[in-house]
């Protein structure tokens, strides 16, 4: 498991936030990555779908005080109408520690 996550420097832990389900997992892929990932890597949390505002099940707050409890960035993002996509990657990329090559982690679900 640990060659799987050697190098990489940064990594968005991304929930739907209509589906609570998924926001549950959070907790468990944060302790993979703290387990196995370099002690430097940048970690994100990303509330995805907000355009779905309307079919919202996890609050941004719950998921903000994660984010601040467990020292990570927090967005809400969405793919259909690209709103935060962009400044999601930026963010992380500023947040970089160490200066070199990105190998990010795409992890099977």
Excluded: C
């Excluded at 990489?8 to 998924?22: M, N, Q, R, S």
């Amino acid at each position: 498991m640990d060659k799987y996550y050697r190098g990489a420097v940064g990594a968005l832990l991304v929930y739907d936030i209509a589906k609570h389900l998924t926001y549950e997992s959070v907790e468990r892929w944060l302790k993979e990555l703290r387990d196995h990932a370099d002690n430097n890597i940048v970690i994100m949390l990303v509330g995805n779908k907000s355009a779905l505002h309307h079919l919202r099940a996890v609050p941004t707050d719950e998921a903000r005080a994660f984010a601040e409890k467990n020292t990570l960035s927090f967005i809400e993002t969405s793919a259909l109408d690209s709103t935060n996509v962009e400044e999601a990657f930026k963010s992380i990329l500023s947040g970089r520690r160490h200066h070199r090559p990105l190998q990010w982690l795409t992890a099977p679900l």
